[in-house]
Nanobody, 125 residues
């Protein structure tokens, strides 16, 4: 059974950084794509970034390009999301999700099959 567990959220001031982790259990990441999504209060879930683990290709939504980096922690079955230069509009619950894929990833939530429970990120002074 696939289980995804997010961690690393918290409260940070504007301009600060956080690193989120998505620990994957019950699957081998090499045959999956992992996406990060966020949902702010009163808004729809938004795709933030994704990675095709087998070839390392990545994608980002325009609002986070140059600030966020998605990567694999090779020592663990874990995907990281490094978030720098955080802004108040980055606030929300961040979820990771998995789908079986080969050399492909997507920031469309409807394509993902398995989801974590989320971790709260709050950017505020």
């Amino acid at each position: 059974q696939v289980q995804l567990v997010e961690s690393g959220g918290g409260l940070v001031q504007p301009g600060g950084s956080l690193r989120l982790s998505c620990a994957a259990h019950g699957l081998t990441l090499d045959w999956y794509a992992i996406g990060w999504f966020r949902q702010a209060p009163g808004k729809e879930r938004e795709g933030v970034s994704c990675i095709s683990v087998n070839d390392g290709s990545t994608a980002y939504t325009d609002s986070v390009k140059g600030r966020f980096t998605i990567s694999r922690d090779n020592d663990k079955n874990t995907i990281l999301l490094q978030m720098n230069s955080l802004k108040p509009e980055d606030t929300g619950i961040y979820y990771c999700a998995a789908m079986e894929a080969y050399k492909y990833c997507s920031t469309s939530a409807r394509e993902y099959e398995d989801w974590g429970q989320g971790t709260q990120v709050t950017v505020s002074s």
